[in-house]
């Protein structure tokens, strides 16, 4: 390895003063230059084959096993089984669905506590229950607060005709 | 056509993250970019994160287009979450902590070489072009988003570990260009970057949080290393300043460590059932395993965890093995491994271990955090006192790790304990903000960290003398830069003129201190402990003949040149070897090829 091709000259000629130079000054802050700025443009999905529905299924089955679960007979197990189980799957398949949908109840109020009915009746916010008459009812008690998505996230595949039924592949171990 | 947007990244070493903020508002307005990847074959999903992971597909794979992006033409490889679970049933396939591999001067990094030990049909990659296909990536997706703003034309920060040497930065550097990055992008330090993170939450009021003579630990465990930085407050005209006043060694520990200690306990528990893992299952207690760690690790969190791992089987509830783990056993295991009790005169252990020793990095022999910090906090603080500390990095969501190093620093400072500084608790994602940030007040003004190198730097000088076969001539350093260079200026290293042979290529063997602080420009360090300097890739320059052609050539071929160092606007070291009476300069190179023990 040719590391140092060089001689050490033995020459007294003396130091150098060190001459350090501030190059380069900022500036004081500068004004905000009006710039136009283009919001974030939505990507343009791929094309795809199979239904969202089917992509959903096929993301709870790959991050949460929620597929394998639903459908093993579980008669025979204990609830002690099922619940070892359960926890990862809860966290799991919660954890997406947080991820795609972020799931937010309809009404903030507590459960249990009155709410106005009024400007939320006609969007589909709520459903009234009860005595329920031919007027508008203006309050109610809340007894279950509703649940929406604050987005739809869905993965989108992009695989061939032939697969898009496929939920989980078989797995096939080469040796 | 001017920025419209200033962008931070943070190019992690298992995860990376792009945070922006449009140059038209007021304040900045910072934003993270949701990462479009592929999370499995054929499935597009968008992401806060890409992980730093890349899989070589099979030829299969390839031919079936299964991990196809919308701006790719590409099949051969995927990079983010879908490569990071490949990687448990392909590691040969997967390369992973291409940063670590950055800043391990003792491979080529030029060469491609990952993943570590792959067989030869896997196409494998260089740590620099793993990188840069990580950031092309980051790239594409920005221009996903914003078609009409290239990121050529933006403001670019991206973040590097503030113990990266200089041969480290530069290749980051090369990477970034390579992937797109605008030429003036510039480089800034993970802690500091957390730390403007926490300047921008707190806004103005960061003056009356600290005081003149405070100093700040900053202590940034990611998932594969530690750095560590000390802040100090200072005035200036009568203003607050913040100045970085040292930096720690490169520390190839952190959360992904925790993980792997407490995985490996758990498994020999699931042996003691009578069930060994295979790799897909592995990986599937790992995850379990970060979230049983920041379980336990809570302080008001449970006293036992059940870890369960399926069957590979569609029989879940049929094959699935648990076993539980007591909140006690963790937290002996992890914070007795990884945050020890220790003495502030307590020093790491030197010799490299296999512990947790993956093959090919100089992991840590020493996995007590708290001994480095140690370490650490004696060598920069010199006796004075510490008044605050901020933590960064997703292992700290784990409050008990969090306790237990305030505990230590309560220990080593009775009289007056360093108080926490509350910031974001945004842990993931602080440093692609806090970079964000610092590119904001780089362009509209606002408060500035100030502390220029965080190493100072060495040209190994051999000396003349009689040669006595098989010994070497004594080695010298003299110092080119010193600690605390500040970024825009420039120094003439006085010393005796050194005869660079005409027509052949000069090498200088290079060495970088974190810890000799006041070595100045010239000196001449006869000899030094091996934990004073580190070597890092050797310096280059050729004079070619022509160079030299207006007939002043000194007899002997030698000219007579002197150093001269510089440090970029954007940080980058420049070295050149000057010829003080002909007026002409070459500039000095890494050069990261033959000096690899490869």
Redesign the interface.
């Known amino acids: 390895m040719g590391r140092i091709s060089l001689a050490w000259q033995v020459l007294t000629s003396g130091a150098f003063a060190a001459k350090v130079t501030n190059l380069l000054n900022l500036p004081p802050a500068l004004a905000a230059p009006p710039i136009a700025v283009a919001p974030p443009k939505p990507v343009a999905p791929p094309k795809t084959l199979r239904s969202d529905a089917v992509t959903l299924l096929a993301a709870l089955q790959r991050e949460g096993r929620l597929i394998d679960f639903l459908k093993e007979p579980i008669e025979a197990y204990s609830d002690a089984q099922v619940g070892a189980a359960v926890r990862d799957i809860h966290r799991d398949c919660g954890g997406m669905l947080e991820r795609q949908f972020a799931i937010r109840p309809v009404l903030d109020q507590a459960e249990g506590s009155n709410v106005t009915i009024a400007a939320n009746a006609k969007n589909g916010r709520i459903k009234l229950t009860g005595k329920v008459g031919d007027g508008s009812p203006s309050s109610g008690t809340l007894v279950h607060h509703g649940w929406l998505v604050t987005k739809s996230d869905v993965p989108v595949w992009t695989g061939t005709a032939e697969a898009a039924s496929i939920v989980a592949p078989a797995e096939v171990e080469v040796r | 056509m001017?920025?419209?947007?200033v962008i931070g990244i943070d190019l992690g070493t298992t995860n990376s993250v792009l945070a922006y903020s449009?140059?038209?508002?007021?304040q900045p307005q910072v934003q993270l970019?949701p990462i479009?990847q592929l999370?499995?074959?054929?499935?597009?999903?968008?992401?806060s994160m890409l992980p730093s992971f890349l899989y070589q597909c099979t030829a299969d794979e390839s031919a079936?287009k299964?991990f196809?992006l919308?701006w790719s033409n590409d099949f051969t490889f995927t990079t983010g979450y879908g490569a990071r679970s490949l990687s448990a049933e392909f590691p040969d396939r997967t390369v992973g902590a291409a940063k670590s591999w950055l800043g391990h001067s003792k491979v080529d990094r030029h060469q491609p070489i990952l993943p570590w030990h792959a067989p030869d049909d896997v196409t494998k990659i260089s740590p620099v072009t793993a990188s840069q296909r990580y950031l092309e990536h980051l790239v594409a997706t920005w221009h996903?988003?914003?078609?009409?703003?290239p990121i050529a034309e933006q403001n670019v920060v991206l973040t590097v570990p503030a113990s990266f040497d200089a041969s480290a930065r530069e290749l980051t550097r090369e990477a970034a260009l390579a992937a797109g990055l605008p030429d003036s992008f510039v480089l800034l330090e993970e802690p500091q970057a957390a730390t403007y993170a926490w300047l921008n939450a707190v806004g103005d009021r960061w003056r009356e949080l600290l005081k003149v003579g405070d100093r700040m630990l900053v202590c940034d465990i990611g998932g594969g290393t530690t750095d560590l930085t000390l802040v100090e407050v200072a005035e200036e005209s009568g203003e607050l300043t913040l100045q970085r006043a040292a930096v720690g060694n490169h520390l190839l520990v952190g959360g992904d460590n925790m993980d792997l200690a407490l995985a490996h306990y758990v498994a020999q528990l699931f042996e003691g059932k009578g069930l060994t893992l295979d790799p897909w299952q592995s990986v599937s207690l790992w995850h379990?395993c970060r979230?049983a760690k920041e379980s336990l690790l809570c302080e008001s969190g449970p006293d036992s965890h059940?870890i369960?791992v399926?069957g590979?089987s569609?029989?879940?509830?049929?094959g699935?093995v648990?076993v539980t783990v007591e909140r006690a056993q963790t937290t002996d295991l992890l914070l007795n491994g990884f945050f020890p009790e220790a003495q502030l005169s307590d020093r790491p252990a030197r010799a490299r271990a296999s512990g947790f020793r993956e093959i090919g990095l100089p992991y840590e022999a020493d996995t007590g955090i708290t001994r480095h910090l140690a370490a650490f906090l004696k060598q920069s603080l010199a006796g004075r006192s510490l008044t605050h500390m901020l933590f960064n990095g997703g292992v700290f969501k784990a409050s008990a790790l969090r306790s237990r190093l305030l505990h230590q620093l309560q220990r080593w400072f009775p009289d007056s304990p360093p108080s926490i500084v509350e910031g974001s608790d945004d842990l993931d994602f602080s440093v692609a903000r806090g970079a964000c940030f610092y590119g904001w007040t780089?362009?509209?003004?606002?408060v500035r960290i100030r502390g220029g190198t965080a190493r100072s730097y060495y040209i190994?000088?051999?000396?003349?003398g009689l040669a006595i076969p098989g010994v070497g001539r004594p080695l010298k350093a003299l110092c080119v830069v010193p600690n605390g260079m500040?970024e825009?200026?420039?120094?003439?290293?006085?010393?005796?003129?050194?005869?660079?042979?005409v027509g052949?290529?000069?090498?200088?063997?290079f060495f970088s201190s974190a810890n000799r602080k006041t070595d100045?420009?010239?000196e001449l360090l006869q000899r030094w402990s091996p934990d004073e300097l580190s070597e890092t890739d050797?310096l280059e320059a050729t004079l070619s003949a022509s160079d030299i052609d207006n007939g002043n050539t000194p007899d002997d071929d030698?000219v007579?040149v002197?150093f001269h160092s510089r440090i970029t606007?954007l940080g980058v070291l420049e070295l050149w070897c000057v010829h003080e009476s002909e007026d002409k300069r070459w500039k000095l190179e890494f050069s990261v090829r033959?000096?690899a023990d490869l």
Request: cysteine-free.
């Open positions: 001017s920025a419209q947007f449009a140059l038209n508002e007021e970019l479009l999370v499995a074959a054929n499935t597009i999903e968008s992401r079936a299964s196809l919308p996903q988003a914003f078609p009409d703003a379990s979230n059940t369960s399926p590979r569609s029989r879940l509830i049929g699935l648990s780089k362009l509209r003004g606002g190994g000088i051999e000396t003349a500040e825009g200026t420039e120094v003439d290293v006085p010393s005796d003129p050194i005869g660079l042979i052949e290529s000069a090498r200088f063997r100045q420009p010239g050797s030698y007579p002197t606007e033959d000096d």
